[in-house]
């Protein structure tokens, strides 16, 4: 199993709708697609010197290929949309995640 994890910070002008529109387009939309199994929304626990709150996205999927498929299939889109709504004020990276075991 593979989680793909989205972190992003989120200026404070922008919090709420971003907010919305995360958890009312862009999650939906990105399980839409058929590749990801759940979604977990976490804040994290943490000030940045930045400012603005982070966040992660965790998305469960089956396999490396199956997110490499998301990659070429769907990421493009659904990554232009928050730029172009929210360009600099967020700042978002991404990192993949091997699950080993579960207790």
Known sequence: ????NV??????SVHDQWMIW???KHIPEVLATGK???ARMVRVLIEEEMGGTTYSVQYTTDSKATLE???QEDA??????GAKLFGE????FRTELE???EY
């Not at 493009?76 to 949309?81: G, N, Q, V």
């Open 99 to 101: 699950v080993i075991s």
């Open 89 to 92: 004020k967020m700042l978002t």
């Open 36 to 38: 990801f199994s759940s």
């Open 76 to 81: 493009p889109k659904l990554r232009k949309e």
């Open 7 to 12: 972190t992003t910070n989120i200026h404070e």
């Open 69 to 71: 498929q998301y990659y």
């Open 1 to 4: 199993m593979i989680i793909y």
């Open 22 to 24: 995360m958890q009312h």
